[in-house]
């Protein structure tokens, strides 16, 4: 009987209302991908690197709802959605590289990778799939809920974002265990977030 060839299972957890996680093929080589994704932080090299990995790797998306990230918490909703991406891969993996310290419970050996994305190619390879995927779903919510800045923000509490949650309220897309939420349905003030270094 003949293996599967080995793969990966690895996560970015998104700070959005939507939680993705991607495995891929660890045969990432002709891809020539770039250890880390802050080397692909402008979408249109980000889009271009995606592309690449697509045509070179088995990729498994596993996802969470913000109703099962507010009901169980985000850490076991990154677990569960770990999970899904692995089932999605349509091959049993030999081996799972998680990018964080916390790896989920598999049908296949898993490790934790802290700062997986600097360290692995495939994790590396997985966190651009991953951004990519994660911006363009928060563009097109940004275009049915205009308002909110999704389309630029795309899911950070920037100040737009913020000032857009006291005035507008929160929307289904919205983690209500997230605290700027929590703070903007009770009716108090939130901050932005500090700027972030560009991914």
């Given at each position: 009987?003949?293996?599967?060839?080995?793969?990966?299972?690895?996560?970015?957890?998104?700070?959005?209302?939507?939680?993705?996680?991607?495995?891929?093929?660890?045969?990432?080589?002709?891809?020539?991908?770039s250890p880390s994704r802050k080397n692909a932080a402008a979408s249109s090299a980000a889009?271009?690197?995606?592309?690449?990995?697509?045509?070179?790797?088995?990729?498994?998306?596993?996802?969470?709802?913000?109703?099962?990230?507010?009901?169980?918490?985000?850490?076991?909703?990154?677990?569960?959605?770990?999970?899904?991406?692995?089932?999605?891969?349509?091959i049993l993996p030999d081996a799972a590289l998680v990018d964080g310290n916390i790896a989920?419970?598999?049908?296949?050996?898993?490790?934790?990778?802290?700062?997986?994305?600097?360290?692995?190619?495939?994790?590396?390879?997985?966190?651009?799939?991953?951004?990519?995927?994660?911006?363009?779903?928060?563009?097109?919510?940004?275009?049915?809920?205009?308002?909110?800045?999704?389309?630029?923000?795309?899911?950070?509490?920037?100040?737009?974002?913020?000032?857009?949650?006291?005035?507008?309220?929160?929307?289904?897309?919205?983690?209500?265990?997230?605290?700027?939420?929590?703070?903007?349905?009770?009716?108090?003030?939130?901050?932005?977030?500090?700027?972030?270094?560009?991914?």
């Amino acid at each position: 009987m003949q293996r599967s060839p080995p793969s990966e299972a690895i996560s970015d957890v998104a700070p959005s209302p939507i939680l993705r996680r991607i495995a891929t093929h660890e045969n990432l080589a002709p891809c020539r991908i770039s250890p880390s994704r802050k080397n692909a932080a402008a979408s249109s090299a980000a889009s271009t690197r995606s592309g690449e990995i697509r045509r070179c790797a088995v990729i498994g998306i596993g996802a969470a709802s913000v109703r099962e990230i507010d009901r169980i918490n985000i850490l076991r909703a990154s677990l569960l959605a770990m999970q899904r991406a692995v089932h999605a891969l349509g091959i049993l993996p030999d081996a799972a590289l998680v990018d964080g310290n916390i790896a989920p419970a598999l049908p296949c050996r898993a490790q934790a990778v802290i700062g997986g994305d600097g360290r692995s190619l495939s994790i590396a390879a997985a966190s651009i799939v991953a951004k990519v995927m994660r911006d363009q779903i928060m563009r097109e919510l940004g275009r049915r809920y205009a308002g909110y800045g999704w389309e630029s923000n795309v899911g950070y509490a920037t100040r737009e974002h913020c000032e857009a949650l006291m005035a507008l309220g929160a929307t289904i897309h919205h983690r209500r265990s997230f605290a700027p939420v929590r703070v903007a349905l009770a009716g108090g003030t939130i901050e932005p977030e500090l700027p972030l270094e560009s991914d």
